[in-house]
Each structure stands twice: as structure tokens, then as C-alpha cells.
């Protein structure tokens, strides 16, 4: 199990905003930058959000990310069909002296 | 953008070492990534671009990284294989103090898939 909290699913239509969580504590997200990465099946993961709400070169603004606390949010606007996908959070644990990512909520554009 | 090509066994059997390349070029910080399947990420270990270490503490014991600078490669070692290992195994580009830094890992080899079987 993961020191860092993702719910396993999420849902939502195309046009629709969704939001998912990442919940840590005050060893990693609430002293910590949070990532976000999406991955598609049989692909590597690439990088969406850094430093809590960065977006790299070519993320399209309809992903945003935010933080409070020991808890993380990347929210998608405009949903798309091909938005579907895992979703990791991740970030630095000071406990474990080393990265940890969550389990991942895997995103369906119903 | 960075090209990161992993390479190694595709097959281990139980007990095994595994050893995995990353060819890498320029001062940069590695991490190996894996994925078993259907499941989460696990970061596994990082090299600095000073050459220091850092590990996932839970596997502490069984893994090592390090350079090869004349052939520009990061080799991952993995003792002991157990079938719970077989997963894709990434090499990533990552900011060379991940401590520092955090875990922004912004280009990722294709992956290589490795089974632990006998």
C-alpha cells in the first residue's frame, strides 16, 4: 500500500470537468511538490503537472493541478474521449527518503 | 528531449540477478521506475549526476546503481529475482537531486518488460 492516496476511479462525460485526489501526509504532500502523470495503456507514463500546478511545454491548459495541505487535485475541464487513462500522483516522501507515487485512478470518458 | 533506451533479459528465473542498461548522454540525474502489471508505479533507485546513490529503502539490499561513463550507460542491478518482480522496468531522466528537486521525471524510456519464472 501506498503512503500516498488515489481513488481507483473516476468518471465523467466529454465536456464535463472532472477532479480527482491524491491524500499524503504531513511526511510527504504537505511538506512536498505534487506531480501528476498520465499513462495509456502499454505506454510510459508522461509527465502532466509539476510543481503542484506547472504545466510542461504542450500540456493543453485543460489540466490543472492544485494543492492544500497533505492533499493534491488535478482537475480536467473540457473532458475528451482521449483523456482516458491512469493518473499518478506522485511526490517526495521525507520518511521514506525517496520518491512515492500513488496507485493511480484510472480515468473513463464515459 | 532525451532518448532513453532500456535493454537487458526479457526472462529471469527466480533467484537470479537481473541486470538492466539505460544509454544516457549529458549530465543528468537516473531513476529506475518499475510497473508491475495492472499495477502502480515503484521508484526503485536513483543516480545523482555526482554519482551518489539513492534507494527505495524496501529494496535497499537486493538493488544498485551506477555509471558506466565510457560507454554513457546507467546499469540497474536487482538480486534475488522473485516472480512478485516481474514488471516493466523504466529508466528516466530526472533532476539530478531528486531530493531536492522532487520527483519530476520528464522523459521515460519505452520500458522493458521482464518475467521472473522458471
Known amino acids: 500500500q501506498s503512503v500516498v492516496t488515489q481513488p481507483p476511479s473516476a468518471s465523467g462525460t466529454p465536456g464535463q470537468t472532472i477532479t480527482m485526489s491524491c491524500s499524503g501526509s504531513?511526511?510527504?504532500?504537505?511538506?512536498?511538490?505534487v506531480y501528476w502523470y498520465q499513462q495509456f495503456p502499454g505506454t510510459a507514463p508522461k509527465l502532466l503537472i509539476y510543481r503542484n500546478r506547472q504545466r510542461p511545454s504542450g500540456v493543453p491548459d485543460r489540466f490543472s493541478g492544485s494543492k492544500s495541505g497533505s492533499s493534491a487535485s488535478l482537475a480536467i475541464s473540457g473532458l475528451r474521449s482521449e483523456d482516458e487513462a491512469e493518473y499518478y500522483c506522485a511526490t517526495w516522501d521525507d520518511s521514506l527518503s525517496g520518491p512515492v507515487f500513488g496507485g493511480g485512478t484510472k480515468l473513463t470518458v464515459l | 528531449q532525451v532518448t532513453l533506451k532500456e535493454s537487458g533479459p526479457v526472462l529471469v528465473k527466480p533467484t537470479e540477478t537481473l541486470t538492466l542498461t539505460c544509454t544516457v548522454y549529458g549530465q543528468m540525474g537516473v531513476s529506475w521506475i518499475r510497473q508491475p502489471p495492472g499495477k502502480a508505479l515503484e521508484w526503485l533507485a536513483h543516480?545523482?549526476?555526482?554519482?551518489?546513490?539513492s534507494y527505495n529503502r524496501s529494496l535497499k539490499t537486493r538493488v544498485s546503481i551506477s555509471k558506466d561513463t565510457s560507454k554513457s550507460q546507467v546499469v540497474f542491478t536487482m538480486t534475488d529475482m522473485d516472480p512478485v518482480d516481474t514488471a516493466t522496468y523504466y529508466c528516466?531522466?530526472?533532476?539530478?537531486?531528486?531530493?531536492?528537486?522532487?520527483?519530476?521525471?520528464?522523459?521515460w524510456g519505452q520500458g522493458t518488460l521482464v518475467t521472473v519464472s522458471s
Open positions: 504531513s511526511s510527504n504532500i504537505a511538506n512536498n511538490h
Open positions: 528516466v531522466r530526472a533532476p539530478s537531486n531528486i531530493a531536492v528537486a522532487g520527483p519530476h521525471f520528464d522523459d
Open positions: 543516480l545523482f549526476s555526482n554519482d551518489d546513490k
